[in-house]
């Protein structure tokens, strides 16, 4: 049996004490720097990111499309607008209010009648003009983004499903069909945007796909109302296929995300060597600085789940979704030190510069099942909705519904109809109900996620 004696005792001591207030220096320096760049906001370095830039390039400017177009009496009226249409739990399951509730708050909108025309020149324009060309820029260097864009464009969607609406009512088939695929046309120039400014993250790829949703909620919604020929189903299928390829593709997303630590720390090194870090904060973050500087971690933990995503993007939902856990189990490492506490907490004593790594790099890293998803849905949505008015245009020239949807592609004479992004295969028809619909992210057809587009009036 060893003796310790105790001077030996004294030792270890000293030196467990010195271990103790070095890792502890270390960590907190890193919870300072980390600090102290959240506090800053107007370093020159970090404000480069001008949207302006987007003026150079051949990709249009969403507030170009909306200029005039949103309503004045919207700036009062926001939350009652969103009322009126697309929160169907608030109408008693319907989609849209009430037709005097809608009448009412329309009554209030200024040269009604010119807006709506002056959508429908715009939205034709921009739409014959995609697919547009966004460049891919190798980092983000745009760190706010389009977030002054959100609101408006968002905003501006909604109307525009009010005017659908209005147009509809009017039985003007082909201005309902093309002011429906208004809000697709701005989450997708919205996402094109931000994609140029090399600023597309989680949230704005949130937005925008809430807006694609919109567009094909609206033409399942609208069909039913409307007396639609074979062409005009023909343009609608058109449309929205143009706009399911308009959106950028999710890794784009996550390429901004990854690339924005090594962005960060030669912005701040920027600052700290211009005198502006201390100046501004009264601190220079060297270590945070060293910490994201460090390439080769940082792409030992973030090229395989870049990789995967890649991959999962690549292929038919039914076999992402199963690559896509394998990504998951990748980013587990990254979001448990944010998610719940564990024995992976002593790892902020061990190695505390890991810890801290792993720890920023899993609240930068989006939700990538949400992420994707999404994106599937919004395909799913604009897709569906389309076929929908196909159906709804071939049940009003024969009278009756087709008994499979090869019969509508006959009729329309095109060699096939979009497919359903969640099956990679025909969608599920059922002349009998009559019913359209997708299984959802699930894949089992009678599951709360179904996606159904037929709405038959009873």
């Keep these: 049996?060893?003796?310790?004696?105790?001077?030996?005792?004294?030792?270890?001591?000293?030196?467990?004490?010195?271990?103790?207030?070095?890792?502890?220096?270390?960590?907190?320096?890193?919870?300072?720097?980390?600090?102290?760049s959240y506090l800053i906001t107007e370093l020159p370095q970090r404000?480069?990111?001008?949207?302006?830039?987007?003026?150079?390039?051949?990709?249009?400017?969403?507030?170009?499309?909306?200029?005039?177009?949103?309503?004045?009496?919207?700036?009062?009226?926001?939350?009652?607008?969103?009322?009126?249409?697309?929160?169907?739990?608030?109408?008693?399951?319907a989609f849209f209010a009430a037709e005097e509730s809608i009448n009412a708050w329309l009554a209030n909108v200024p040269d009604i009648d010119?807006?709506?025309?002056?959508?429908?020149?715009?939205?034709?324009?921009?739409?014959?003009?995609?697919?547009?060309?966004?460049p891919e820029p190798s980092e983000m260097n745009c760190f706010i983004g389009a977030l002054p864009l959100y609101n408006p464009t968002r905003?501006?969607?909604?109307?525009?499903?009010?005017?659908?609406?209005?147009?509809?009512?009017?039985?003007?088939?082909?201005?309902?069909?093309?002011?429906?695929?208004?809000?697709?046309?701005?989450?997708?120039?919205?996402?094109?945007h931000e994609t140029q400014t090399g600023a597309l993250t989680g949230m704005g790829k949130a937005f925008g796909e809430s807006m694609?949703?919109?567009?094909?909620?609206?033409?399942?919604?609208l069909a039913p109302m409307l007396k639609i020929s074979r062409e005009d189903a023909l343009q609608v299928l058109k449309w929205s296929e143009t706009l399911a390829k308009?959106?950028?593709?999710?890794?784009?997303?996550?390429?901004?995300?990854?690339?924005?630590?090594?962005?960060?720390?030669?912005?701040?090194?920027?600052?700290?060597?211009?005198?502006?870090?201390?100046?501004?904060?009264?601190?220079?973050?060297?270590?945070?600085?060293?910490?994201?500087s460090d390439q080769k971690t940082l792409d030992s933990y973030l090229v395989p789940i870049m990789t995967g995503f890649r991959q999962v993007c690549a292929e038919p939902y039914p076999q992402a979704v199963q690559r896509l856990k394998e990504v998951l189990k990748l980013v587990e490492p990254l979001k448990r030190h944010t998610e719940k506490a564990g024995v992976h907490i002593f790892k902020y004593v061990i190695a505390p510069e890991t810890a801290f790594l792993e720890t920023i790099l899993g609240v930068?890293?989006?939700?990538?099942?949400?992420?994707?998803?999404?994106?599937?849905?919004?395909?799913a949505m604009l897709r569906g909705g389309a076929l929908a008015v196909a159906l709804h245009a071939f049940h009003q020239e024969k009278g009756s519904w087709p008994a499979d949807l090869g019969e509508v592609a006959a009729w329309l004479g095109v060699p096939s109809l979009p497919q359903d992004p969640f099956a990679a295969a025909a969608w599920t028809y059922n002349a009998s109900g009559p019913s359209l619909l997708s299984p959802g992210p699930d894949l089992q057809t009678g599951s709360p996620d179904d996606l159904q587009f037929l709405k038959v009036p009873r």
């Design 246 to 292: 308009a959106f950028p593709s999710s890794e784009r997303v996550l390429a901004n995300e990854l690339n924005f630590w090594p962005v960060f720390a030669r912005n701040w090194q920027k600052a700290i060597d211009s005198g502006e870090a201390m100046k501004s904060v009264g601190r220079n973050p060297q270590a945070l600085v060293r910490l994201c």
């Design 212 to 221: 694609g949703q919109l567009s094909g909620a609206l033409l399942r919604e």
């Design 155 to 192: 905003t501006t969607a909604r109307f525009w499903a009010l005017l659908a609406w209005r147009a509809a009512r009017q039985g003007s088939a082909q201005q309902t069909l093309l002011i429906a695929c208004g809000p697709a046309a701005i989450g997708a120039l919205l996402e094109i």
């Design 364 to 379: 930068q890293m989006p939700n990538l099942d949400t992420l994707y998803i999404a994106s599937v849905k919004t395909r």
């Design 114 to 134: 010119a807006r709506m025309q002056l959508i429908d020149e715009r939205l034709a324009t921009l739409l014959a003009s995609f697919p547009v060309a966004a």
């Design 47 to 93: 404000s480069d990111h001008n949207l302006q830039a987007a003026s150079f390039s051949p990709v249009a400017d969403p507030m170009e499309l909306i200029d005039g177009l949103t309503a004045p009496v919207a700036s009062e009226a926001y939350m009652q607008m969103y009322n009126l249409a697309g929160a169907g739990e608030k109408n008693g399951g």
């Design 1 to 36: 049996m060893i003796k310790i004696t105790s001077k030996t005792r004294v030792i270890l001591g000293v030196i467990i004490i010195l271990l103790a207030l070095v890792q502890s220096y270390r960590l907190l320096t890193l919870g300072l720097d980390l600090r102290a």
